[in-house]
């Protein structure tokens, strides 16, 4: 079994930052694809970053040159570091991790619990 735990949410003014961390924990075998949703109320989710197993990233045009996704291999480890804050950046912010099963080898997607970011003076 897999688990991911997400933290770092919390309030801040705009133009604030925040890191949010995302930690994945269990019967790993290999981790792929790491991303970062949000929904806001009254919203679908939506992408916001990915980053693959090698680096390679994207990010959804909204938060472009404001967002950085990076990973730690070694600690599987998932971040978002979120720079110069707006209110529309508020919302539930869930990590989605692809991890082959360490007890069959399977490939699946994860989801975090959700953390709240709220921007707001």
């Known amino acids: 079994q897999v688990q991911l735990v997400e933290s770092g949410g919390g309030l801040v003014q705009p133009g604030g930052s925040l890191r949010l961390s995302c930690a994945a924990s269990?019967?790993?075998?290999?981790?792929?694809?790491m991303r970062w949703y949000r929904q806001a109320p009254g919203k679908q989710r939506e992408l916001v970053a990915d980053?693959?197993?090698?680096?390679?990233?994207n990010y959804a045009d909204s938060v472009k040159g404001r967002f950085t996704i990076s990973r730690d291999n070694a600690k599987n480890t998932v971040y978002l570091q979120m720079n110069s804050l707006k209110p529309e950046d508020t919302a539930v912010y869930y990590c989605?991790?692809?991890?082959?099963?360490?007890?069959?080898?399977?490939?699946?997607?994860?989801w975090g619990q959700g953390t709240q970011v709220t921007v707001s003076s």
């Open positions: 980053i693959t197993s090698g680096g390679s990233t």
């Open positions: 269990g019967s790993i075998r290999s981790i792929y694809d």
């Open positions: 989605n991790v692809v991890i082959k099963d360490g007890d069959y080898g399977q490939l699946d997607d994860y």
